[in-house]
């Protein structure tokens, strides 16, 4: 069911008009006198956050018998004040002032105390979901405080993503408030079926396992689901999971480019957004599948001075490599967090590992503040971000340069990936 909709695909939504379609959909009853918790991105995502939180905190601050937000942060590290209130669209003391009763909340994925489980997703249902690629019981873990509440909105932004297919809807649960290993089986899975496969398809594996965990949960779920292309939104659905599936549909029309051909070489610049490689890696999932064999992608962002500042020791103990680097020597590696893994596994992209040796289809280098001896270390390659001038990558033939890479996927118009059975008996 669709609550309420507006898209375009030739012009964007004005603010107003995307607070006038939020207050219109907020209106109903069904919110009143409800204890309601809003869970939204952090700023690793585009779009109007701030006025979104504020749309929804106006419309049902006072109505509502209490309304709180939490912040959608997976395994990012925790929001300071100061990008809090810049994410927020308001200071910390005016919103302490203006509206007193509520709270916003930062999700803590490994803080044990706030994660509880909620069922399990069994290995006969773990197989079927994902035709034979995971075979084992998989507990399902969430933030417990969402189960306080008597209602639950999601809102964010629909993408294409490396892991799940489309981002948004169900997915700022799990994984973004989830605990940790549903977590990683979750990241795991989609690195299975790797992301050329998986990135920008809309329906996968990965979303129904999802969707199997959120069957978990009893309370009533709202989704706000909104298309954002070039940081403008362009279409907004609210409703149920309806409202996912329209956005979705959406996003492959504007979030989706194609190409005619490849390119030897691709500079992929990573926003200010994406402050460490575990978000900019973003910017070699949506570029993978325009680079030629042999070629290189190049990850430019000379702000970035961390691999990752949740996960950095781990990266650093595997390094970057392909999928099958690590499923060959699964007694190796079995023990790693699998959300570690699979991060491994897309920036590396696919490839082979045969006899003992690897083989990427492409090469993947940093033209970033991190060093040449680390960029060594984590098996990627290392440019120095100083040497690159943009210009004239652009004027080089046979290549592509990107700017504010990272949420547009590119496609090659007759490309081809495998499908998932072929992928199923190459892992096996």
Request: hydrophobic share 35%; charged share 20%; proline share 5%.
């Amino acid at each position: 069911m669709i609550i309420k909709e507006k898209w375009r695909v030739d012009s964007s939504l004005s603010n107003t008009e995307f607070s006038s379609l939020l207050n219109e959909a907020l209106a109903l009853k069904f919110f009143e006198k409800q204890k309601i918790l809003t869970i939204i991105p952090d700023g690793t995502r585009s779009g109007p956050t701030g006025l979104l939180f504020r749309t929804i905190l106006d419309s049902l601050y006072g109505r509502a018998s209490k309304i709180d937000f939490m912040i959608a942060l997976g395994t990012h590290p925790a929001i300071g004040e100061n990008q809090l209130e810049k994410l927020l669209g308001i200071s910390c003391a005016d919103l302490q002032s203006k509206y007193p009763e509520t709270a916003v909340y930062q999700h803590c994925w490994d803080d044990s105390y706030i994660i509880t489980e909620i069922g399990t997703i069994t290995s006969k249902e773990i197989y079927e979901i994902t035709k034979g690629l995971l075979d084992e019981d998989i507990p399902v873990t969430v933030n417990r405080n969402i189960l306080d509440y008597d209602q639950i909105i999601l809102a964010g932004p629909v993408f294409p993503h490396e892991v799940v297919g489309f981002s948004g809807g169900y997915k700022y649960i799990f994984p973004g408030v989830s605990g940790p290993h549903f977590l990683h089986k979750f990241h795991w899975l989609g690195a299975l079926i790797t992301n050329p496969k998986i990135n920008g398809t809309k329906d996968t594996p990965v979303r129904d396992a999802i969707n199997k965990a959120v069957s978990f949960i009893k309370t009533p779920i709202t989704q706000i689901c909104y298309v954002v292309k070039d940081k403008n939104v362009y279409g907004l659905y609210v409703g149920d999971n309806q409202a996912w599936s329209q956005a979705a549909d959406l996003s492959a029309q504007l979030n989706i480019k194609y190409v005619k051909n490849s390119y030897k070489t691709v500079l992929s610049m990573a926003p200010l957004m994406y402050d460490d490689i575990w978000t900019a890696g973003k910017c070699m999932y949506k570029l993978e599948p325009v680079v030629a064999d042999g070629g290189t992608l190049i990850i430019y962002a000379p702000h970035i001075t961390e691999v990752s500042y949740t996960h950095g020791k781990y990266i650093e103990q595997v390094g970057y490599h392909t999928r099958d680097y690590f499923v060959k020597q699964w007694e190796k590696f079995k023990d790693f967090p699998g959300g570690i893994l699979a991060h491994s596994t897309h920036v590396k992209g696919i490839g082979t590992f045969i006899n003992g040796k690897e083989n990427p289809r492409i090469s993947v280098c940093l033209a970033t503040g991190i060093t040449k001896q680390m960029c060594e270390k984590i098996n990627l390659g290392y440019i120095n971000p100083g040497a690159i001038d943009i210009n004239e990558f652009i004027r080089k033939p046979d290549t592509l340069v990107v700017r504010d890479a990272g949420e547009v996927l590119f496609r090659l118009e007759n490309g081809d990936v495998p499908d998932i059975d072929e992928l199923y008996r190459i892992h096996k």
